[in-house]
């Protein structure tokens, strides 16, 4: 069985990204290059542009000399060019290498498996010797020695996620946005007929957002200010402050009042009660340009409010500390911090701190 298995994987092998964290990337591209029988065909060299490429160290007398096929491999150094290559090459692996002292880089690791590839780790000594391994490797039963010609290697599997806690999430949004539209009902009335005298026609706004998964929805609030144009909707940034706003409108947005409408979101499943706040796809593209793991945000659904918010980043605050809030809010997320969340929301709404 284990010959057969080795036949097809050298007949038909998987292409796979090698990740190099420091020297032994360029040695284990080109073993792998060489070794067809592993099953992996290396499609390009990743190299983290804050660490210069280094010479791969020799190759060893009695193994094939493939330091040249090594170095033919293209090399990626940014996450979006990471990200392209995955589809156009249809990547199924992407092997970690990692000397001593070193760690794998936890935004590519986690952007390879949000594109579903299978990543394995290679740990490499001084002398790019095998080491220990623990767990499966390669299909392989625990008990036995696995590695990728002398490299100690194992397979990174995700935390096993369940689907009670994302249930109850989603149990808890209908509960309390149902119990919030009912008994805030007047106040919307109020809020929708002060909008209606006091700025005319269409009480109402909606915009495109970006939700999880990068999927667009149209997001509901009270309108406090008439854009000129679609234009300058989509890609204003901050309006707090323009003359134009009306005193309703302006206490609205300090009062975070015009958001209301968007519990309705929260009912159809749009958004989240507490969760990254959800930006236009014009930020979304700039923002995920320029500020590493911004695009992590849309691991889960967006929110109404949420940890970088009651932390005081609101309005024309820190993009980058958004970010890490947020990221870090999606990594510890519990349900008990959604409700801590929502309590202070609720004293920040008093406060009339809104943006």
């Known amino acids: 069985v284990r010959a057969l298995r080795r036949r097809a994987l050298r007949a038909n092998p998987r292409s796979a990204l090698v990740v190099a964290a420091g020297e032994g990337g360029p040695a284990l591209a080109s073993a792998l290059r060489g070794h067809p029988e592993y099953g992996m065909r290396p499609v390009a060299l990743v190299m983290p542009q804050d660490r210069p490429p280094t010479v791969p160290a020799p190759a060893s007398p009695a193994a094939p000399d493939t330091t040249e096929a090594g170095a033919s491999l293209p090399v990626l150094g940014t996450p979006d060019e990471v990200a392209r290559a995955i589809v156009q090459n249809t990547v199924v692996d992407a092997v970690f290498v990692r000397g001593p002292d070193e760690r794998e880089d936890a935004e590519l690791l986690r952007l390879c498996r949000d594109r579903g590839c299978t990543v394995w780790l290679v740990d490499v000594g001084p002398e790019l010797g095998p080491g220990p391994v623990p767990g499966a490797v390669l299909g392989r039963r625990p008990e036995q020695e696995a590695h990728l010609w002398g490299f100690a290697c194992w397979r990174l599997d995700p935390p096993r996620e369940t689907a009670v806690p994302h249930l109850a999430k989603r149990c808890l949004d209908v509960l309390v946005a149902a119990l919030a539209l009912l008994l805030a009902s007047p106040v919307l009335l109020a809020c929708a007929l002060a909008v209606r005298i006091a700025d005319g026609p269409g009480v109402v706004f909606r915009q495109q957002r970006v939700g999880q998964g990068g999927r667009p929805f149209v997001i509901l609030k009270f309108r406090t200010l008439r854009p000129v144009d679609d234009a300058e909707s989509a890609t204003r940034w901050n309006v707090a402050g323009d003359r134009r706003m009306s005193p309703v409108g302006a ?42 793991g911004y695009e992590q945000r849309h691991r889960m659904p967006v929110g109404l409010t949420g940890l970088a918010q009651v932390s005081g980043l609101r309005g024309d605050t820190s993009i980058e500390e958004r970010t890490r809030f947020d990221n870090h809010y999606i990594d510890t997320w519990s349900l008990w911090q959604d409700i801590s969340i929502m309590l202070r929301t609720s004293v920040g709404c008093f406060r009339c701190g809104g943006s």
């Open 251 to 292: 206490l609205l947005r300090r009062s975070s009042l015009d958001e209301l409408p968007q519990l309705w979101n929260v009912l159809r499943g749009d958004m989240s009660l507490v969760g990254p706040r959800p930006e236009r796809p014009h930020f979304v593209a700039e923002f995920s340009r320029t500020y590493p």
